[in-house]
């Protein structure tokens, strides 16, 4: 694939990858229609789901960054909070009430905290707080998992690997969610002809579910650097051999988006190698579960990295790839940059709102740059402050608008 080096003066900070003049649409499928709202009314229904732990924390944050970044960008939100997780379990005896997956499904996107926590650990896998997780991806439907892995030139101290390795990488992994060997039929135990005891699953993928997830992907390039690598195990797989076929005969739609394809042993070594030839990645749910863990390392720090959920139509689930952290849950520790974030995802790849979400990151980097840290990305020099403090820093730096680039 083509490298290109990207190079970031240590205060010229943009990590985003956005061109903001070609995307002032949604991301769906192409086939889908666009969301409820036109352009003019700009009025958005948002399911807030805080879930357990430090999730109602980071969720007040990103509200408040929203509201604020609404009225000063002419969006108006109607918010509706409901109960997931072990929040619910206790209130309602399950971890997804049909009312949260339906008022969910009516919204125009729905923003997440996290769920879980010690004391449902010991429930009945149906009545643990990631079932409901599991279940509410499942209702609406959403099949591209977006993980950006971007390394703060402010943070690039945290990430594990050298300097000059982890500097400038911003990468996206797209990741098939709900086909693949997860889901796969046949599977499994039973006995071979040797009378052994086994265990089978089966990666198989249909030509629309590749499709669909490689229009998002070609999509997402578009928003960002134009490059998308597909991975696969072509050189071995059935299902990645159909992969290749199908993603490289959608590339025709999409001339301005350079394609390549790696098998996945070798994209797992590039991405510690050489991080920075990766703009946009395609994969399927294995090689992506895998692939976007390894890549989120490469930034050091969970408490800075969103993601997304997308499907064909309906409403996106916008989430920190962080759990509850039942540790410092409660004690104004939780860093609430990965959920303000996924509120900027959601703008943009939700709802089209490219502006609001360039503020928010705008506001993001302002803030980094004006030294503030809670403990979990705290180094000597910079200034401690608890995540409500932290919330209203940024929200002086959304207020403040100073653009990407200024010191
Ligand atoms: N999407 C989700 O809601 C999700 C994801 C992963 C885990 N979980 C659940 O969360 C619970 C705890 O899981 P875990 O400890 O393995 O993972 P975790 O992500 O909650 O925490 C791992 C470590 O990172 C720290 N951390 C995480 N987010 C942070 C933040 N925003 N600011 C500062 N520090 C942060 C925690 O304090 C902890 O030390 C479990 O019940 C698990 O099932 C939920």
Known sequence: MAASLQVFHSKLVRPFHTLSSRS??????????????SHSHRRYTITLLPGDGIGPEVISVAKDVLLLTGSLEGIKYDFREMLLGGAALDATGVPLPEETLSVAKQSDAVLLGAIGGYKWDKNEKHLKPETGLLQIRKGLQVFANLRPATVFPQLVDASTLKREIAEGVDLMVVRELTGGIYFGK????????????????????????IDRIAHVAFKIAQKRQGRLCSVDKANVLEASMLWRKR?????????????????????????????????????????????SDEASMITGSIGMLPSASLGDSGPGLFEPIHGSAPDIAGQDKANPFATVLSAAMLLRYGLGEDKAAERIENAVL?????????????????????CKQLGEEILKSVESNVPAGAV
């Open 247 to 291: 993603v490289s005969a959608i590339a025709q739609k999409y001339p301005d988006v350079e394609l390549s394809h790696m098998y996945v042993d070798n994209a797992s070594m590039q991405l510690i190698r050489y991080p920075k030839q990766f703009d946009t990645i395609v994969t399927n749910n294995i090689f992506g579960d895998i692939l």
């Open 366 to 386: 302002d803030t980094l740059n004006r030294g503030l840290r809670t403990a979990d990305i705290y180094s000597a020099g910079t200034k401690l402050v608890g």
């Open 24 to 37: 002032s649409t949604p991301l769906r499928c192409s086939a889908a229609p666009p969301p409820s709202k």
């Open 186 to 209: 046949p599977r499994g135990f039973g006995t071979n002809e040797n009378g052994e005891e086994i265990g089978y699953n089966t990666e198989v993928y249909a030509a629309h579910e």
